[in-house]
């Protein structure tokens, strides 16, 4: 079956531009997470959604930084005003429901901010 | 603060010997353990989880250990292969670490490099 689709794959963007990255979870999965990994480094939990209830947002970073659901679907994540220290991995993952279960990751959209 | 943490940044060994990967945690309230595996360019792959009431689970040519009493975690790969060359991260879920609720707290990772 399909696993968890991120895109852009790249994305390459001047500092101070606004970007957005797509998610697209597993189909019946009702957690959706998203992780920033920097070079090098383990992954950074940023926010969390589990079907319609309120996100977690504990993990994210600065008021720059936003994400979106719809349902138990698409998932968006927004950075404003990017600065070069958020060039990093992105990275989207999904899960059956949330607590206790095995999360499955995409492949990650690299952003680099120049 | 609390974290999940590895011993060894990089382990080298010979193609067709066993591998352990061994990872420390701090927090004693974690009760839910992952081992993923990434390659390059690519995002984690789930390898084999095991919940705090065991001690012991194994999968395909993977066990993992669990040691509470000196909160330790260790994922041991049988016959290594070729294929095995990736980053291995152990990670937690406690639902109070700052990985958020059901969020993640991962390691920093450790390099498993297979030699001919």
């Known amino acids: 079956g399909a696993g968890v689709s991120q895109s852009p794959s790249n994305k390459v963007t001047e500092k101070g531009k606004d970007v957005e990255l797509r998610c697209d979870p597993i189909?019946?999965?009702?957690?959706l997470y998203w992780y920033r990994q920097r070079l090098g480094q383990g992954l950074e939990f940023l926010i969390y959604f589990q079907g319609n209830s309120a996100p977690d947002k504990s993990g994210l970073p600065s008021d720059r930084f936003s994400a979106e659901r719809t349902g138990e679907s698409v998932s968006t994540l927004t950075i404003q005003r990017t600065q070069q220290e958020d060039s990093a991995v992105y990275l989207c993952?999904?899960?059956?429901?949330?607590?206790?279960?095995?999360?499955?990751f995409g492949d990650g959209t690299r952003l680099s901010i120049l | 603060g609390e974290s999940v943490g590895l011993h060894l940044p990089t382990l080298s060994v010979q193609e067709g010997d066993n591998s352990i990967i061994n990872c420390a945690y701090s927090n004693s309230a974690s009760d839910y353990f992952i081992w993923y595996k990434q390659e390059s360019g690519k995002g984690p792959q789930f390898i084999i989880d095991?919940?705090?009431?065991?001690d012991k689970r194994q999968g395909q040519r993977v066990t993992v250990l669990l040691n509470k009493t000196v909160k330790h975690l260790s994922l041991q790969i049988a016959a290594t292969q070729p294929g095995d060359s990736a980053v291995y991260f152990c990670a937690e879920n406690n639902g109070h670490s700052g990985g958020g609720a059901d969020g993640l707290t991962f390691g920093k990772g450790t390099h498993l490099i297979i030699q001919p």
């Open positions: 993952a999904s899960s059956r429901t949330g607590g206790d279960q095995p999360q499955h």
């Open positions: 189909s019946g999965h009702t957690a």
């Open positions: 095991i919940r705090s009431n065991m």
